[in-house]
T-cell receptor
């Protein structure tokens, strides 16, 4: 298995632009998580999907952030408009059984908003 | 609210030394605890997962213990190697209930193994 696949690996954009991050979870995993990692705050859960349905989006910082999971093999995290304070590493992770099993992370997207 | 603390934030040891990384959590009502490794510029890799009913888990040179009642876990690395250099994070999953799917992460311990 190729593991959790995220794209792009790096994204540099200007303030105000739309950013879309993509994730392909491990086949068969029914739980998908989007995390954000910064030096100051560590790892923060943004949103959790179970069986493609958003269960908890309370970690999404603002309405500028949105996430979708149209099918079991694809999810997107969109920021529109982007701001410099959104600069961080965004991780997608997948698991079985609502996260009761090991959590598998993608390599992350390093986002820089200038 | 669950809080996870890892001390020290950074650790430097000579190659071959045995070492222990510490993790403490404030709420003992956990479902399981995971230890992760993160290499620079990479994602997290799950090393060991301990269920709340277990006392320890072993994988190769790694041994993780859990004392749920005291809110502590340790990760023991035997015969450390330069390739073990990375940041190690622990994360706890709460017992069943609202938000139980969430993991609460510590800030990690950055380990450097000097050749």
């Amino acid at each position: 298995d190729a593991g959790v696949i995220q794209s792009p690996r790096h994204e540099v954009t200007e303030m105000g632009q739309e950013v879309t991050l993509r994730c392909k979870p491990i086949s068969g995993h029914n739980s998908l998580f989007w995390y954000r990692q910064t030096m100051m705050r560590g790892l923060e859960l943004l949103i959790y999907f179970n069986n493609n349905v958003p269960i908890d989006d309370s970690g999404m910082p603002e309405d500028r952030f949105s996430a979708k999971m149209p099918n079991a093999s694809f999810s997107t995290l969109k920021i529109q408009p982007s701001e410099p304070r959104d600069s961080a590493v965004y991780f997608c992770a997948s698991s079985l059984r609502q996260g009761k099993e090991k959590l598998f992370f993608g390599s992350g997207t390093q986002l820089s908003v200038l | 609210k669950q809080e996870v603390t890892q001390i020290p934030a950074a650790l430097s040891v000579p190659e071959g030394e045995n070492l222990v990384l510490n993790c403490s959590f404030t709420d003992s009502a956990i479902y399981n605890l995971q230890w992760f490794r993160q290499d620079p510029g990479k994602g997290l890799t799950s090393l060991l997962l301990i269920q709340s009913s277990q006392r320890e888990q072993t994988s190769g040179r790694l041994n993780a213990s859990l004392d749920k009642s005291s809110g502590r876990s340790t990760l023991y690395i035997a015969a450390s190697q330069p390739g073990d250099s990375a940041t190690y994070l622990c994360a706890v999953r709460r017992e069943a209930g609202a938000g139980s799917y969430q993991l609460t992460f510590g800030k990690g311990t950055k380990l450097s193994v000097i050749p």
